[in-house]
């Protein structure tokens, strides 16, 4: 150990981040993911470098050996994948990968590859609502990032503008989704109790292990994820719920084989097949969901049935379509 290399402490000042080798081997290979570029992974990859698992790259063009680069895979384990931090977590790891872009910069005078980094990581973190809506804007985020390492793309502000606007039109309309799931919820659970001792007191339990109540709901539950009982609004098919079909490239057809007229845009939700916005909420609970309706949308989201088009019945009415088992 060379003892001139040790410096002094500054009270008030953070520690200077290093990059070990490894990061800059692994780069050149494959995108190091973000969560490696915590500061606390950043010293872990430092004080662990002898012991951090590492496997062989393929040759690159004009070589005839590959070189040892970090396992990505293995180490995801312990550091996190793409997507997994939380939005201080990434302010964190994106300073700090900003930094790695810098020194990896090959022309120092326009800087353009880490330019790129500043324009990216400081839009997100000038954002009015970045935390409230980091849930929906770090997929967003992460697709940028790898369509520049991929295709080499440039910067392209009215590019970022146009898919945050999608992004936070997406967010409004799960959150409204989760809102309707959890009232539709309540509505099943029925009206609180109001007596002067509590229905659930100790006398009144059941003897034996208790048993949950079960509800048979048209939704998924707040976890996002659909249950078994969920019934699509686009294919009236139960076990998934419209968001199915958003991604989906194949052809999606009614139980009869006949085609379906709704679909699932992303940025939109449910619309018509013009891309008009249907309401959710209608068409699961019909006249009923007129008030809220009104207070949430006005006249800005359709009151058709998703199933055929028509204003005479909301979706879950079962009128123009066999009720599925």
């Known amino acids: 150990m060379d003892g001139a290399n040790h410096v002094e402490r500054v009270v008030g000042e953070p520690i200077p981040i290093e ?4 990061l800059y081997d692994t780069e050149i290979c494959v995108a190091v993911p973000l969560p490696f570029f ?7 990859l430092i004080d662990e470098a002898s012991t951090l698992p590492t496997i062989k790259s393929n040759p690159a063009p004009g070589e005839t050996k590959g070189t040892y680069i970090l ?6 384990g312990h550091f996190g994948k793409e997507l997994s931090l939380t939005c201080s977590q990434w302010s964190d790891a994106a300073a700090n990968m900003w930094s ?3 020194s990896r910069d090959k022309s120092r005078a326009n800087g353009e590859h880490a330019a790129w980094f500043e324009k990216h990581f400081n839009f997100f973190n000038m954002l009015n609502k970045r935390d409230e809506l980091y849930e929906a804007w770090k997929v967003m985020e992460l697709e940028f990032r790898q369509d520049h390492r ?4 440039k910067f392209s502000a009215p590019d970022y503008d146009k898919a945050l606007g999608l992004t936070e039109e ?3 309309l799960r959150k409204e989704f989760q809102e309707l799931v959890a009232s539709s919820q309540i509505q099943r ?9 509590s229905p659930f007191s100790q006398r009144n339990l059941p003897r034996g292990p208790f048993q949950p109540p079960t509800y048979s709901q048209p939704f998924p539950s707040g976890s996002g994820k659909p249950s078994s009982s969920a019934v699509c609004l686009i294919c009236a098919q139960r076990g998934h719920n419209l968001f199915f079909h958003q991604k989906t490239t194949t052809l999606v057809k009614f139980s009869d084989s006949k085609a379906v007229w709704a679909k699932c845009s992303p ?3 449910l619309v018509t097949p013009e891309n008009q916005t249907i309401c959710i909420n209608w068409n699961v609970r019909g006249a009923e969901a007129a008030p809220q309706c009104a207070s949430l949308h006005k006249d800005d989201r359709l009151h058709l049935c998703s199933f055929c088009g028509s204003k005479s019945h909301h979706t879950l009415s079962w009128t123009c379509c066999t009720k599925t088992a």
Request: hydrophobic share 25%.
């Open 71 to 76: 396992n990505i895979d293995k180490l995801s």
């Open 189 to 197: 659970s029925g009206p609180p109790y109001h007596g002067s001792a």
């Open 100 to 102: 790695f872009q810098i």
């Open 170 to 172: 997406s967010h409004k």
């Open 267 to 269: 940025g939109l939700g």
């Open 38 to 44: 915590l500061t606390q992974n950043l010293r872990t």
């Open 19 to 22: 990059f070990y080798q490894s």
């Open 150 to 153: 991929s295709r080499h793309l």
